[in-house]
Nanobody, 117 residues
Framework: QVQLVESGGGLVQAGGSLRLSCAAS????????MGWYRQAPGKARALVAA???????NYADSVKGRFTVSRDNAKNTVYLQMNNLKPEDTAVYYC???????????WGQGTQVTVSS
């Protein structure tokens, strides 16, 4: 099992910034991908950004140039720096951990991000 603990959500005005953190613990694999998904009311959960244990990144088109995903492998922690936030970024953000090898997927409890106009 893998446990994920998220922090950093909140309420911010449009144009503002937030930083999300997610710490993983438990049965971790050295090869893995960590990332962030989000789910707005009435919409499906969708990828925001992900980063492999080797440092390769992937972003949704809607956040490119505004969000940056990074990780600290020594702390098993992934971060999402969100700048120039827009009201359409409002959603519950979920941390994801995927183990390369058995491809099991784990999710955090979710953290609310609300961007006011």
């Amino acid at each position: 099992q893998v446990q994920l603990v998220e922090s950093g959500g909140g309420l911010v005005q449009a144009g503002g910034s937030l930083r999300l953190s997610c710490a993983a613990s438990g049965n971790l694999f050295s090869l893995n991908t960590m990332g962030w998904y989000r789910q707005a009311p009435g919409k499906a959960r969708a990828l925001v950004a992900a980063i492999t244990s080797g440092g390769s990144t992937n972003y949704a088109d809607s956040v490119k140039g505004r969000f940056t995903v990074s990780r600290d492998n020594a702390k098993n922690t992934v971060y999402l720096q969100m700048n120039n936030l827009k009201p359409e970024d409002t959603a519950v953000y979920y941390c994801n951990y995927n183990r390369v090898g058995d491809w099991r997927n784990y999710w955090g409890q979710g953290t609310q991000v609300t961007v006011s106009s």
